[in-house]
């Protein structure tokens, strides 16, 4: 490995939100103990909550604010213990029933109350970490206590974050879609995709944006193909429930992996703005080629891990699919006739999220005997998670006095960068609900784009792509290499080759 770890920060901003409340729905619940108070905890050490800002944490479990306070003390870690105090002291709880209209003024009241007593600005976050299914329910009642409304003076704002699913098929997405808009502005919406908060992710477009050397070779002139792999080592633990309606095309395609395709192959957006990333974002997606749904089987590949049926809560003759592999074309100059290999499966043989772009041969070798096409390919790895960081392959004498060539690593690890804070997902986004800033979070055009691609998929693919069974542990079902041998092509693998 090079010793090229070197970081000379030349340009940062960070910038702290105003002053506000954040509410969470769902203030018991499972996501919010693992993911929130943490990240909320987090970003308070840091300075980046403001001092004046307040939790107040909303369910049905009738707590006071010190009994709720115990409860999520356990869950803010990597503080000395007066930091958990000072942290705690901004922490509310207002108990209730989602479906009565009563607990919503009660909540209204509570929140001037809390905002008058510390002069807060009425800016409220109003996180609903639950099921999709009660999000109209929990807005309609809101926008009839007037909690989402803005004064018309811009003195302050009502944001909403929420977590997919956003329906689970073209028609569902956009029945959605139609309720939240009938209390929220876009402008209010902050649909959460956690891999968007990742640092890796981000780096995605810094990498292609920043620099000037990637941007001429970033396209099919010398790219060959592109593969972008999500990979877990655990099955479906305790979220059987879910998963048995979702799938893993659903659930991990339909978001996270079509959003980090799009920033890898995107076009350069006008500016850094929320909209003109996001702009160039439904822009790739809508370049996308439809699957041949008379071929299905030829382009996408559905797979289960043995065992599966027999996980709690799934149902013992389930055709739910937890690993899928599929190749997209992208119908635009730029990308034209360059593949880009997606597979995402859960209990597979180790746990890496990683885009690969690897380049064509050389046209000619004047090494000879060795071919160009004998020479393994220039490769550029953007590794998501874990070993964040980047790696570049490339082709180099090895030393000594005969013609050996071989794979040379460049490499770059995040974790061996001075004083880089590691910044969890849950982090970013938080701060960026807080600050107003929707970069990072998936526009209404995006969802019903990316649902316009693959509900066809979801209707068609029951008899032309049958449900491949893998072992756990391993690199998913054989198809899975067929589909890449068929092109000449193959999977790297997911372990390190021995
Ligand atoms: C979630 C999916 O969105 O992402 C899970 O619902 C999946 O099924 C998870 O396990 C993966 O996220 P990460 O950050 O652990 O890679």
Known sequence: MLESNYWRGNFCIEVSPAPGTLVIFGASGDLAKRKLYPALFHLFRRGLMHEESRIVGCARTAYSDDAFREHIRPELAGGSESQVNDFLKRVYYHAGDY???????????????????????????????????????????????????????????????????????????????????????????????????????????????????????????????????????????????????AGLLRDMFQNHMLEMLAMAAMEMPASFSPDAVRDEKVKLIRSIRPFDLAHLGESVVRGQYAGYRSEPGVAPDSTIETFVAARFMIDNWRWKGVPFYLRSGKKLAARKSEIAIVFKHVPHSIFTPIRAADMQPDTLVLKV??????????????????L???????????????????????????????????????????IAESWKLFTPVLENWGEQCPLAVYAPGTDGPEESFRLLFRDDREWRPLTPEL
């Open 404 to 446: 050996c060539m071989g794979g040379l690593s460049l490499n770059f690890r995040y974790s061996e960068l001075p004083g880089g804070e590691s910044f969890e997902a849950y982090e970013r986004l938080l701060l960026d609900a807080m600050l107003g800033d929707q970069t990072l979070f998936i526009r209404s055009d995006v």
């Open 385 to 402: 998670q874990p070993d964040e960081g980047m790696e570049l392959t490339i082709q180099a004498k090895q030393p000594g006095p005969k």
């Open 99 to 245: 479906f009565a209209p009563e607990f919503y003024g009660s909540l209204g009241r509570r929140l001037d109350d809390l905002e008058r007593g510390c002069e807060l600005p009425a800016n409220r976050t109003i996180y609903l970490a639950m099921p999709a299914k009660l999000y109209p329910p929990i807005l309609e009642n809101l926008s009839n206590a007037g909690l989402l409304t803005e004064p018309e003076d811009g003195s302050s704002w009502r944001h909403v974050v929420l977590e997919k699913p956003f329906g689970r098929d073209f028609d569902s997405a956009e029945a959605l879609d139609l309720q939240l808009h009938r209390y929220l502005k876009e402008d209010q919406i902050y649909r959460i995709d956690h891999y968007l908060g990742k640092d890796t992710v981000q780096n995605i477009l810094m990498l292609r944006f920043a620099n000037l050397i990637f941007e001429p070779v970033w396209n099919a002139h010398y790219i060959d193909h592109v593969q972008l792999t999500v990979a877990e080592t655990l099955g479906v633990e305790h979220r059987a429930g879910y998963y048995e309606q």
